[in-house]
């Protein structure tokens, strides 16, 4: 499985911004599939997760109630829609993929990463 995130930017606080991971190589509808990011020095942290059907989703407490993570299976891609984005919600996300259809989310319960898509908020 290949993936690609893209859909990042610069944006100002309290702003919007949406996310994408296409998939390729097999379908991303046998998948759970997650959102990672990672700020300059820290680890790489849990986002949320979808899973394979879109009926189970998680989140972070850090971003519960303003991201929203979902899933086009004919279109092979997955999304984060960012709301009321925050200065510290600033660094790379990235999308990744498992081999279950189940949510994860640990670092370690992903076995397929995208290469990471910046996300700048402004204050």
């Known amino acids: 499985v290949q993936l690609q995130a893209s859909g990042g930017g610069l944006v100002q606080a309290g702003g919007s911004q949406k996310l994408s991971c296409a998939a390729s190589g097999r379908t991303v509808s046998t998948y759970a599939t997650g959102w990672f990011r990672q700020a300059p020095g820290k680890e790489r942290e849990f986002v949320a997760a979808?899973?394979?059907?879109?009926?189970?989703?998680r989140y972070a407490d850090s971003v519960k109630g303003r991201f929203t993570i979902s899933r086009d299976n004919a279109k092979n891609t997955v999304y984060l829609q960012m709301n009321s984005l925050k200065p510290e919600d600033t660094a790379v996300y990235f999308c990744?993929?498992?081999?279950?259809?189940?949510?994860?989310?640990?670092?370690?319960?992903?076995?397929?990463w995208g290469q990471g898509t910046q996300v700048t908020v402004s204050s």
């Open positions: 979808i899973s394979w059907s879109g009926g189970t989703t």
């Open positions: 990744a993929a498992r081999d279950s259809r189940l949510t994860d989310t640990t670092v370690y319960g992903y076995n397929y």
